[in-house]
């Protein structure tokens, strides 16, 4: 029986509907197939953007150590710690060299001299050698010596006397000449410097006036901090040389060793009353009065850095020099109350930006294996 045409229309509609849907789910499958193979493709890339908490992390790289390291000479008495400028010390004090950092860290330390009986202190460096000028004073008498400037080449480890009776040299930076004070009369005088830095032509006197002291020169050359117990000037001093004009920077004779800086804007000088060190800028146009700069430290704050300091009466900051522009190397002391005389004096650092103190001393008698206390004066090779 043939089907009705209406049955055929039926038919081809069915037809048309399945054909349909077939071809549907071949599409969604399709579709599907791809979306899987697509968010397969996508799972690593959110798995290295979200780690999960048992992923491994990646290794660190070392912070490299940027430390500053410096060469310093200091004086010392490692040997029995009785001192490194007392007459009676017939030990003396020797000169040692060593590699230090900014914080207080030692390296390493060698001794450069070993004179029985000569104490060597307030060493200065020559700016382009290895040559270091210093004071020469025989202690082993019992009595006060006059002293002579020796100088020591840590290159060929030799050494000897450039001036008699002269003290506290200051290299001139251009290395042309020494400045110094003679002595008994404590005048103030540049010797010409030979090119090996090893000998000097006879020297003449850098400004009139006796009773001045301990000279340093200025990175620039164009000055000199002093002090002096002159009526005129009394205190610490600044010597233009361009000038030849001299400008009292304290008060009264209440300074000791002065000090300046690389960059000449800052001179600094320890404080014979009222303890301390005292500062003032060296700017041309801003030379004034020294002002404290860094108070003597507490019994218990210095303690706290370096026990031998617990049974001191009081402690002072001494000899001042410049570590770099942001730092001074100093000589803290032991005192008793009943006498004027130091027990012992160690090194420390000074941070001028917060005036903080950094223990150096113990950590340069520990390096060198030492049994004294006492490290006096030091200058570091700029």
């Not at 008495?77 to 009676?88: I, L, Q």
């Not at 460096?125 to 006060?144: A, D, E, L, M, V």
């Not at 290299?171 to 005088?189: C, E, G, Q, T």
């Amino acid at each position: 029986m043939n089907p009705l045409p209406s049955q055929k229309h039926s038919f081809t509609i069915l037809g048309i509907v399945v054909g349909a849907s077939a071809l549907f789910a071949i599409i969604m499958m399709i579709i599907f197939s791809v979306r899987e193979e697509n968010h397969a493709q996508r799972k690593p890339r959110i798995s290295e953007k979200r780690p999960t908490e048992h992923a491994e992390a990646s290794p660190q790289t070392p912070v490299p150590d940027t430390t500053e390291t410096v060469t310093i000479v200091f004086s010392a008495d490692f040997a029995n710690g009785e001192g490194c400028s007392s007459a009676k010390d017939a030990a003396g004090c020797d000169l040692y060299l060593a590699t230090i950092t900014t914080t207080g860290s030692v390296q390493n330390v060698t001794k450069l001299t070993d004179t029985l009986g000569i104490a060597e202190s307030f060493p200065a460096w020559h700016p382009t050698k290895n040559i270091i000028y210093f004071n020469s004073q025989n202690t082993s008498t019992g009595q006060y010596e006059q002293p002579s400037i020796s100088y020591w080449n840590t290159e060929t480890n030799e050494g000897g006397t450039l001036i008699k009776y002269g003290a506290h040299p200051s290299v001139m930076p251009d290395r042309s000449a020494i400045i110094y004070n003679d002595v008994p009369k404590h005048i103030l005088k540049t010797a010409p410097l030979a090119a090996d830095g090893e000998s000097v032509s006879t020297a003449t006197a850098l400004v009139d006036g006796e009773n001045r002291f301990e000279p340093t020169v200025s990175g620039d050359g164009n000055l000199v901090v002093f002090h002096e117990t002159s009526a005129e000037n009394a205190g610490a001093s600044i010597y233009n040389i361009a000038t030849n004009t001299v400008t009292n920077i304290s008060p009264s004779d209440g300074t000791g060793h002065c000090t300046i800086n690389a960059a000449t804007t800052l001179a600094v000088c320890d404080q014979k009353s009222g303890g301390g060190l005292a500062g003032t800028s060296t700017l041309s146009s801003t030379i004034g009065m020294t002002s404290l700069l860094v108070p003597d430290p507490t019994i218990p704050a210095i303690s706290a850095l370096d026990d031998d300091y617990t049974s001191c009466g009081f402690a002072s900051v001494n000899f001042p020099n410049f570590l770099d522009d942001d730092t001074l190397i100093v000589s803290i002391s032991c005192n008793s109350r009943d006498t004027s005389e130091p027990t012992f004096a160690k090194l420390f650092l000074v941070e001028l930006s917060d005036i903080s103190f950094i223990p150096l001393g113990k950590n340069l008698t520990k390096a060198y294996n030492g049994t004294g206390r006492s490290s006096r004066t030091a200058a570091a090779q700029q």
